[in-house]
């Protein structure tokens, strides 16, 4: 619903996948939350503004920049709702 209504709201996927024992979540010029989920569980709340610009440059490295926001919201969509699809039919 989010990425339906706010043109602003954007979820990347990495195809890469280099490390999944932790999540970081980034809004830029807000802050950065990293959160480790392996054991024992640890979440860092950073919002100090060269820290949350260092986190913003590495997340856009670890994404396609050639498509369209646009473009990017609408395979987002797509693979949420087959990811949902998914977890109902299993």
């Known amino acids: 619903m989010l990425l339906e209504t706010y ?3 954007h979820v990347h996927f990495s195809h890469n996948l280099i490390e999944d ?4 979540y980034v809004r830029e010029e807000l802050g950065v ?3 480790k989920t392996s054991q024992p569980p640890v979440v860092l709340a950073i919002n100090e503004s ?3 610009a260092a986190f913003w440059d ?4 670890m994404i396609e920049e050639n498509t369209s926001e646009a473009t990017k919201n609408v395979d987002s969509i797509k693979a949420l709702r087959n990811y949902l699809n998914e977890i109902k039919n299993s």
């Open 33 to 35: 939350i990293v959160a």
């Open 7 to 9: 043109e602003n709201y």
């Open 58 to 61: 590495f997340l856009k490295t």
């Open 50 to 52: 060269n820290m949350t």
């Open 21 to 24: 024992r932790y999540s970081i």
